[in-house]
């Protein structure tokens, strides 16, 4: 299966880092289909919801400072189900505070990286995330949806 | 010791005090009054004896009289010229038949008034006569004047043996005196008057010089002669007393009580003795009455006291495993219901410590819960800031970039400026960081472990490879003694310090030195980080350390001026000090130590 072929999720509130990222990820190669959840509430609805994609996102980068529903618990709710526990999630957040680098792990966070302010740094840090799980990393075969059979 | 065991042991103790005293009280009163009543009963035992031996002597004196005045003694005798030999068998057999009558005395003698012994009956004694004149004798010359006597102890012509004679004068019918009839005393029926020998108590007599005439234990000491005028008793009685001794007889090894007195008329001494264990032989059951009172009393006050004090110390037990219960944080526990005593003084008192502790302690918990609430809400408030002041400043930099990219043609100057614009809004993002990392410095209990400072500053020295390996500078990492401190927050001491060192090494003009150091006989050990850059201005030692404070410009040295807060916050939690010794152009050692860390 081609990986280009499959969308990735975005979570991201601020409408500028959101447009900064996508711009960073397209202007470093990248072609998936992007994702785009503005808070928490909406990004449980795109993976649990009656629209999920099939098949399931090979990566997720999650911003962990969300209306609604924090990126914690969007964290929390996709380690919890089966279809998604392997699923790598990227934390990508302004946040360098320790608790919230420890608290995410625990959470079962598959990396963290905080959010360069500086636009240079900001755009290789993206197109560096992208490239390396999607292109370098080779992911778990999917998982069956049990309900899907 | 316990209250229970106490008590009973003071009651015990008082009583055991109070009860001896009383029972040694009453054995030396017991003691007194039986020694009073022995010494009365030997005194009235003393005078019921010599009044005995008067009775006595005064019989023997009568009887001999009554011989004297026999018809053939006094009429024959001093008729026929003091009696021819012949008349012998007529004054004999009337004295005979007389003495065997009255067997009073051993013999009787007639004799002369010149002191010529006329005859001796019995006759069987005649014989003995070994001279036939007693006018040597102390006693016959009392006896010629006075007519009468008793003698004293002395050894007789007749018997050969010692004796004691009475003796009177006989008188014819005109009342002349014609001679003197004697007669000697059977000693041992003298001495029997002074009781038996197996008595134990007894009486003796002595004579004016202190010789025994009858002695009621032993009668042998009267024929021995046996001297007793050195006897205490019988020397007071001889110089005219009379009372009762106790004294230590050495020869019999016998303590006694003796009551003496003089025999009135003769110079004798009367001495009554009773052995001390007789007399007071009562002092041995009142003793043992006393001691088997006294036992009783202990007993009967040490279990009186014992259930006194289970009674007193009950509620107090109770009271201890209650406020025991109130120790280990159980302020709900149910207290014995109190009296009107001391102990329900105490459970009241105790009642209400609880109720403020109740209270107290719920008032704790409101405030830990409200500070809890607070501490969440400055959490909240931290990552606000992270993340709130950040994102703008990302845009701000992320946008003015992507405006440079398309003013392909901009001039110089704008492109500067685009270019100071992203360099501010990345300083501001690191003020940012740094000012949260030192606002969490003062809300986070460090965790401490004992640490090897020197390991931690190799790993920083690590991390700063980057800057470190484009610069050649010497970095000697000396040996340092291990120290109890929180791993984390002294690799960011390190990182501080050093990164300063670096900093301030690159413009010295001269090969760069770091030397990371203690000094270990220092109390506590002071360690320093130490390099031979710039230096600073000893005026500005202390201003250093605080927030957003810089010595050096801003375009020549980056930084945002939280750094050696930090530094100095971490220190502080360690419980430490920090401070630095420079001065401009040496170079700067930044010391610190960290004692607190110190278990």
Known sequence: MNVNALRILLVEDSPTDLELAIDAMRSGGIANEILVARDGEEAIELLFG???????????????????????????????????????????TSSRQSPDIER?????????????????????????????????????????????? | MRLAVRIPLLGVGAVLVTGLAAAMIAVVL????????????????????????????????????????????????????????????????????????????????????DGRVFLVEPATLQGELVRPDVAYLPWFSRLATKGAVVSDLFVSTVTHRSSVIVGTAVRDAGGRTVGYLVGGLRLSEVSALGGTPTAGYFGYLTDSRGLVVAHGRDPRLAAYQTDFSSVLPVRAALSGGEGVVEHHNAIEDEDRVAAYRPLPGLGWSVVYVVPTRLAFAPVGP??????????????????????????????????ALAAEAIAAGNTTVRLPPAGTDEVGLLTREIEHMVRTLGERGDE????????????????????????????PLRAISGFGSRLAKRLVEADPETTRDLGIIRANAQRMADLIDDLLEFARLGRQAPSFSIVDPAAIARDVLDELGTELSSREIEIVVGELPPCRADPHLLGRVYANLLSNAVKFTRAAGRPARIEVGCRADAQPVEYFVRDNGVGLDMAYAEEIFGVFKRLVREDEYEGTGVGLAIVRRIVGLHHGRIWVESSPGAGAAFFFTLTGGSP
């Open chain 1, 50 to 92: 009656k629209d999920a994609p099939r098949p399931r996102p090979p990566l997720v980068l999650l911003d962990l400072n969300l209306p609604k529903v924090t990126g914690f618990d969007v964290l929390r709710r996709i380690r919890a189900d089966r279809t998604y526990d392997r699923t790598p999630v990227v934390v990508l």
């Open chain 2, 364 to 391: 704790l918990q409101r405030r830990a819960t409200e500070l809890r609430a607070a501490n969440e809400e400055l959490e909240s408030f931290a990552y606000s800031v992270a993340h709130d002041l950040k994102t």
């Open chain 1, 104 to 149: 995410a792990y625990s959470l079962g966070a598959t990396s963290y990286i905080v959010k360069p302010v500086d636009f240079e740094q900001f755009n290789h840090a993206v197109r560096e995330i992208g490239y390396y799980w999607l292109v370098i990393n080779e992911p778990p075969p999917e998982v069956e949806d049990a309900v899907s059979v």
């Open chain 2, 30 to 113: 017991g003691q007194n009054a039986v020694r009073v009543a022995a010494f009365a009963a030997t005194e009235a035992g003393a005078e019921a004896y010599g009044a005995t031996v008067q009775f006595y002597l005064k019989h023997a004196a009568q009887e001999l009289e009554s011989f004297s005045e026999l018809d053939p003694v006094a009429r024959t005798w001093s008729h026929e010229g003091l009696a021819e030999p012949e008349s012998q068998g007529a004054i004999r057999t009337a004295l005979s038949r007389s003495m065997a009558k009255i067997d009073r005395f051993e013999y009787v003698a007639l004799v002369h008034l």
């Open chain 2, 286 to 319: 009142l003793i043992t009455a006393v001691s088997l009172t006294t036992v009783g009393l202990l007993t009967l006050v040490g279990f009186i006291a014992a259930v006194i004090a289970r009674r007193a110390t009950r509620p107090i037990g109770r009271l």
